[in-house]
Each structure stands twice: as structure tokens, then as C-alpha cells.
């Protein structure tokens, strides 16, 4: 073997095996590399993902919270409400009140005068005819009719009401009756319309308060309501 051939083979030898070994190592290092590097950004992904869905799962729960709280709110708002509406309407049903809503003063209970043959038994309210007549309480209708329902000619058209506290009320001189004998009214309701029959100078309602339902057992009408809640 030749110097030249001899030093050829221990180059190929000694060398390459030892190049192709270093390179070997390097891939592998830097295969090493990728893999921590994808190993490390799959990490981070999916700590993002809980992250995010941690934090979704927090707003749909405060949400969720938000609007039971608001019906909660609302419910209870609308029994308030409803419990409210119950009250007004009982209150109103044992209201007393006047029974015209716009007038002036006439002849009052107990004044004396040749118009009457006797003293006069009511309170006069002084309104055009057709005016709206309202009972002041609620109760029975026991008299209605010309005649006075009953009670006389002097009164013209007249209602007599019978209320639950042994009280009745007489709407006289109307024009017309909107009510009949044995109805039940509430409060406030339209029984009939103002007029000027019967004894009568001009248009007006004659109104009495009685401790029984016949003429002659009449008290003090202003007073009556101003005591019971509404002034006249």
C-alpha cells in the first residue's frame, strides 16, 4: 500500500465516523429543540383555552344570576302591586262619597220656610238637571219610583238605599231612575240623573241621610259624610 493510499484510508477511518456521529447529534438536538418548543406552545394553547373557558363559565353564571335576580324583583314587585290593588279596592268599596261632584250648596237640613210643611228634611245640591247622581255608599236599592219611590209626591222621582250600617241615603227630584228596586250599587256608581220634579223651584238633587227608610227620621247630611271621610 502507498503512503498516499495508506494515509487516505486512516482519514476515512478516523474521520467520517466521527463527522456523521456530530451531525447526528446536532439533528437531534435541534429535533429536541422543536419538540420542547411545540410541547411548550401546546401548553400555553390549552392554558389559554381553560383560561377562556373559565372565564365564559363566569359570565354566563353572573348572567344566569342577573336576570333571576331580576324576576325575582319583578315578581315580587307585581304581588306588591297586585296586594296594593286588592287594599284600593276594598277601601274604595267601603268609601263614602258625595253624590254629585260638581255643585253649590242649597237649602240646608232643618231650615225652616213656607215652602215646606215641615222643616226641611235633607240637604239640597245645587246642579244643572242631567247631572250625573252617584250613591255615597254601597248598599241595597230599596225604594225607586215617581212619588218619591214612595215617600210623597213632593220628592218627584226618587231612590232610597239601604246601607250595612243600618244608614239609609233618599236622591230626590230626579229626572231620571238608572237603578231598581233590590239592585245592589257600590259606592260612586250612577244611580240616576239630576232633574227638578216633584216640590221644586229650579234643578237641583235634594239629598237626605235617615236612621230608617221612610220621610221623617232624616240627620244632618254634611256633617254625616264629613264624619265618614268626605267633606262637603
Do not use: C
Not at 284600593?88 to 231650615?111: E, I, M, N, Q, R
Amino acid at each position: 500500500m502507498s503512503k498516499f493510499a495508506a494515509l487516505h484510508r486512516s482519514k476515512n477511518s478516523a474521520g467520517t465516523p466521527k463527522t456523521a456521529k456530530s451531525l447526528l447529534g446536532r439533528r437531534a438536538a435541534v429535533v429536541a429543540a422543536g419538540l420542547g418548543v411545540s410541547v411548550a406552545l401546546g401548553a400555553g394553547a390549552a392554558s389559554a383555552a381553560d383560561g377562556g373557558l373559565t372565564g365564559l363559565t363566569s359570565h354566563v353564571g353572573s348572567t344566569v344570576s342577573a336576570q333571576a335576580d331580576a324576576q325575582a324583583k319583578a315578581a315580587a314587585d307585581a304581588k306588591a302591586a297586585a296586594a296594593k290593588a286588592k287594599k284600593d279596592v276594598a277601601k274604595k268599596a267601603d268609601a263614602w262619597v258625595k253624590p254629585v261632584d260638581h255643585y253649590v250648596l242649597g237649602s240646608t237640613f232643618g231650615l225652616a220656610g213656607s215652602h215646606w210643611a215641615h222643616n226641611h228634611s235633607g240637604q239640597d245640591f245645587v246642579v244643572p238637571s242631567g247631572t250625573a247622581v252617584k250613591a255615597v255608599h254601597k248598599g241595597t236599592v230599596i225604594k225607586a219610583g215617581p212619588w218619591g219611590g214612595g215617600d210623597g209626591p213632593a220628592y218627584g222621582n226618587a231612590i232610597v238605599i239601604k246601607h250595612d250600617n243600618g244608614v239609609y241615603t233618599q236622591y230626590a227630584h230626579l229626572s231620571v231612575i238608572q237603578v231598581h228596586i233590590g239592585q245592589q250599587v257600590g259606592a260612586g256608581q250612577q244611580i240616576a240623573l239630576s232633574g227638578s220634579t216633584g216640590n221644586s223651584t229650579g234643578p237641583h238633587l235634594h239629598f237626605e241621610v235617615r236612621t230608617g227608610p221612610n220621610y221623617g227620621s232624616g240627620i244632618e247630611p254634611t256633617g254625616f259624610l264629613r264624619a265618614h271621610g268626605d267633606a262637603v
